[in-house]
């Protein structure tokens, strides 16, 4: 399923992105981010729907420029302009997510938000994790993409990310990874 929704993105965008409408671009992003707010179809895999502006256009552009590695969305945005990559971000924070987090684990919920209340993820993420300026929204993302990330972060693989989450992750292990995974994919957007 991944590799044909990138083979989608690849063919959408193939002939060159500086040639291509924002609707083409949207419809190519949409195969593997989801649309008009849905969840993510792959794996590891963000929503991009309800993102602050500000996070998905910097975040653009360093997958861009090659100082953030995507390896899914290699090339796919070469040659597109700063200004269609603002236009991206703006259409994707204007989506409402319509998150679909799977069963809740009381337990697992309960030590996710002891460890988000602990570490104060609140500080930058804000109270209700909506995200802000160049903070995510991490309420109602993926758990899986969630936990994915947050172990990028702890092994020093989230390059081109801000550095400040792997040391606010430091010294936390796997099961405290997902229990923090866990609580936020539950929270509502």
């Excluded at 991009?48 to 997958?63: K, T, W, Y």
């Excluded at 337990?107 to 104060?120: E, I, K, P």
């Excluded at 903070?135 to 993302?141: C, D, F, N």
């Excluded at 693989?157 to 995974?181: C, V, W, Y």
């Amino acid at each position: 399923m991944r590799r044909a929704l990138t083979l989608l993105s690849i063919a959408l965008l193939a002939g060159g992105a500086a040639g291509q409408s924002l609707d083409e671009r949207l419809t190519a992003c949409a195969a593997c981010h989801g649309a008009g707010g849905a969840p993510a179809p792959l794996a590891n895999t963000p929503t991009l729907a309800g993102q602050p502006p500000l996070f998905l256009e910097n975040s653009l552009v360093m997958i861009r420029e090659g100082l953030r590695d995507v390896p899914a969305m290699k090339g796919l945005l070469d040659g597109v302009s700063d200004a269609d990559l603002s236009a991206m971000a703006k259409h994707f924070a204007a989506q409402t997510l319509q998150p679909q987090p799977g069963p809740r684990d009381a337990a697992l919920f309960a030590r996710g938000q002891q460890l988000a209340d602990g570490n104060r993820c609140a500080s930058c993420h804000l109270p209700s994790y909506a995200g802000r300026e160049q903070m995510p929204r991490l309420a109602g993302q993926r758990e899986d993409y969630l936990l994915h990330s947050m172990r990028q972060f702890l092994n020093g693989q989230a390059t081109g990310r801000d550095t400040i989450m792997a040391a606010s992750l430091h010294g936390l292990k796997d099961e405290d990874l997902r229990a923090l995974a866990h609580h936020l994919s539950q929270l509502a957007p």
